[in-house]
């Protein structure tokens, strides 16, 4: 099974929004950049604003593609694309209940990710983004 997921890298002063997934679902406890499942009917930016509306209550202003993952998990494999946010409006909130926590970026990797998302994190750590 084959899983296309948009995600979010909110970058503001220097900063990266993180959030933290639910125990209940697939890699429970783990941080990630926020994000989605795109559905059938919708782009990826489609996706990926949605997915920032429902889980953050952000309305995104300006994105930028950033980066493709694919990666092999036992269970599905996942298509990630990461966007670059620089732009949006609102104060972020966990709308599903989730942490959530603004991090320098030099410091991401203190926070145990999806092994899907460690490529993302030293590439992050090894270049400007901002």
Request: glycine letters at 6%.
């Amino acid at each position: 099974m084959r899983v296309n997921v948009a995600a979010a890298i909110i970058i503001q002063n220097q900063h990266v929004l993180i959030s933290k997934r639910p125990m209940d679902k697939h890699l429970g406890g783990l941080w990630e950049f926020p994000g989605g499942k795109v559905e059938n009917n919708e782009s990826w930016l489609q996706a990926l604003a949605r997915e920032i509306k429902e889980e953050l209550n952000l309305e995104i202003g300006a994105s930028e593609f950033f980066k493709q993952v694919d990666f092999n998990y036992p269970s599905q494999t996942v298509c990630l694309r990461f966007y670059i946010v620089s732009q949006f409006s609102g104060t972020p909130k966990g709308l599903e209940g989730q942490a959530l926590n603004w991090v320098s970026i030099k410091d991401l990797n203190q926070y145990r990710f999806p092994e899907a998302n460690q490529k993302i994190v030293q590439l992050l750590k090894n270049q400007s983004v901002v």
